[in-house]
């Protein structure tokens, strides 16, 4: 079956420093791959979708890129501000659906 | 900007009760979703809908059934309430389409005692 594995151990990172997310899939590559912010008590807001076809996408301090020979996506946050403390969901597609990633838990310290 | 409310944000439950959670969303979009989160296990979808009277289970439907009688409303309904079913609650709503992004209502932290 089809899955989506993030590291589950939070990710501390220093402010103004760059924070790198891995997303890891199974099986055969997906046609995208969408990135969501959740905080604590919401549900999650998305962020960024990338294509099998496209290497890398950019939206402000956001980066996000697609690895079919290593089956990755990375997502990195430049600059990172304690604001961007959250939870960062990973999905893949699966017939019309998504399956989720547990996600990762990143903490921005002042 | 999309909204999908929830019925609910938090809901206090006993078990074998018959519990209903509402989720309404004004942008007109096809396809509904309800999941549920759990820590360490991530989104997992309980039921979807792409039409109006359509449904189809997702991944973990056993306990659960779901109604669309119109566009904009999607309800899960647990027809008898276990401790198990103790969870957060997500409903999302997107647009016809696989690659569209989902917009999720606030979540239902629901407690079945």
């Known amino acids: ?7 589950s151990e939070a990710l501390n990172i220093q402010e103004g420093k760059t924070a790198t997310l891995t997303c890891n899939y199974t099986n055969y590559s997906p046609a995208y791959l969408q990135w969501y912010r959740q905080d604590p008590g919401r549900g ?3 962020l960024l979708l990338i294509r099998e076809n496209e290497k890398e996408k950019r939206k402000e301090r956001l980066k996000v890129t697609f690895d079919t020979t ?12 304690p604001a961007d403390s ?11 659906q998504l399956i989720w990633g547990a996600g990762t838990k990143l903490i921005i310290k002042p | 900007d999309v909204k999908v409310t929830q019925s609910s944000r938090y809901l ?18 096809e396809n509904m979703f309800w999941y549920r989160q759990d820590p360490g296990l991530g989104l997992r979808l ?17 306990g659960y059934s779901v109604s669309r009688e119109k566009k904009e409303r999607f ?17 999302a709503s997107s647009v016809a389409g696989g690659s569209n992004e989902q917009f999720f209502g606030p ?3 629901l407690t079945v005692l």
């Open chain 2, 12 to 29: 206090v439950k006993r078990t074998g009760e018959k519990v209903f959670l509402e989720c309404v969303q004004d942008m007109d979009h």
């Open chain 1, 70 to 81: 290593l089956k990755q996506s990375l997502f990195h946050i430049t600059a990172s501000q």
């Open chain 1, 44 to 46: 999650p807001v998305f």
């Open chain 1, 86 to 96: 959250a939870t960062y969901l990973c999905a893949r597609d699966s017939n019309y």
């Open chain 2, 75 to 91: 309800s899960l309904i647990l027809e008898s309430a276990s401790t198990n079913q103790t969870s957060m609650y997500l409903c």
């Open chain 1, 1 to 7: 079956s089809q899955k989506i594995e993030q590291n």
């Open chain 2, 46 to 62: 309980i039921y979807f809908s792409y039409d109006v009277k359509m449904k189809e289970k997702g991944d973990i439907p056993e």
């Open chain 2, 107 to 109: 979540g239902t932290r």
